[in-house]
């Protein structure tokens, strides 16, 4: 399986963005998929994860509210839109991908990053 993310940019405080990840391979739908991000300097941490069929997902309590996961099992691709965005969601932004149903946890495989820049 490979992930691809895309997207990313640079926007002003308080702007939207819309990020994707698009999958390959035929067994999409059998993996949750989670986004993570990397700020300058920091660890990489858990920002949103929804499971195989869209209907369960989970927020870091930095982005509840702010940012929502979707996926499109049909063209297998998973998106991060992220509102209100603050220059501290700056940070290179990862998606990646578990089998099981559980959200958290060690993930199975990661695509490249996308950087998203927020501007004051």
């Known amino acids: 399986v490979q992930l691809q993310a895309s997207g990313g940019g640079l926007v002003q405080a308080g702007g939207s963005l819309r990020l994707s990840c698009a999958a390959s391979?035929?067994?999409?739908?059998?993996?949750?998929v989670g986004w993570f991000r990397q700020a300058p300097g920091k660890e990489r941490v858990f920002a949103a994860a929804?499971?195989?069929?869209?209907?369960?997902?989970y927020y870091a309590d930095s982005v509840k509210g702010r940012f929502t996961i979707s996926r499109d099992n049909a063209k297998n691709t998973v998106y991060l839109q992220m509102n209100s965005l603050k220059p501290d969601d700056t940070a290179v932004y990862y998606c990646?991908?578990?089998?099981?149903?559980?959200?958290?946890?060690?993930?199975?495989?990661w695509g490249q990053g996308t950087l998203v820049t927020v501007s004051s």
């Open positions: 990646a991908g578990r089998y099981g149903g559980r959200l958290l946890g060690n993930y199975d495989f």
């Open positions: 929804i499971n195989w069929s869209g209907d369960t997902t």
């Open positions: 391979g035929r067994t999409f739908s059998s993996y949750v």
